[in-house]
């Protein structure tokens, strides 16, 4: 094999992204090779160019994700690939994910700031069940009375939803005005609709190469919903924000 052509060097490139079963940097590649024939990232690059090519009109495709590349099925096969499994899937309630939807466009935010938005009370499972995921993560504590935790979103957060990094989430123009209504006490465990609780767990056996679940798709569901987010948020940092020197710092807020 010549290491130094990114025809061959795709190939091989390929059986490590097949083989790892999780997504791969430039640099973790590189690892993989002896120092006297380690590829130069350029050539990586232009190898992990060709692979891109390679996959078009095929089952899957070359995504670029948080944690670097990754080989996985396109999203339209996504309804079948699911039933490999048989596993009941976990269900999420539509309070759950309008907290990590809130998480995700406000970080860092405080579990009070989101009962403020959504006007209702977090249930403590919820956070838990985020943190558990490692889809968000305590990035500091806001300077306040109690000095609440702040809350952020994760790699894995933007790899499991097919994100590179937060510019790529959706606008917020997308939802609709969220607008509390009354319901039963138990509507923080109403079910999420099938077809979204499908796309939400299909990493339920990451060896396996597939498509991950659209941010797009899930803001879709919950508009879907009858409920939805703010689509402007400037009138609730007055009184959401910190004041300077509050908040988690930058690198927190864009890396994750």
Known sequence: MNLSDPKDLASLLEAFLLASGKPMSIERMAELFDEIERPTPSLLRKALEVLDKSCKGRAFELKEVASGYRLQVRERFSPWVGRLWEERPQRYSRALLETL???????????????????????SQIVKTLLEREWVRVVGHRDVPGRPAMFATTKQFLDHFNLKNLDELPPLAVLREMEPEPQPLDVEEAPVPAALQARADLEAAPEAPREQTSFRSLLAELDSMETGLKTDFDDLRAEAEPDEGQSAPEEDRRDY
Request: glycine content about 8%; aromatic content about 4%; hydrophobic content about 45%.
């Open 101 to 123: 939807v809130l998480i995700a466009y406000r970080q860092p935010i405080t579990r009070g700031e989101i009962e403020d938005i959504r006007g209702v009370a977090v249930n």
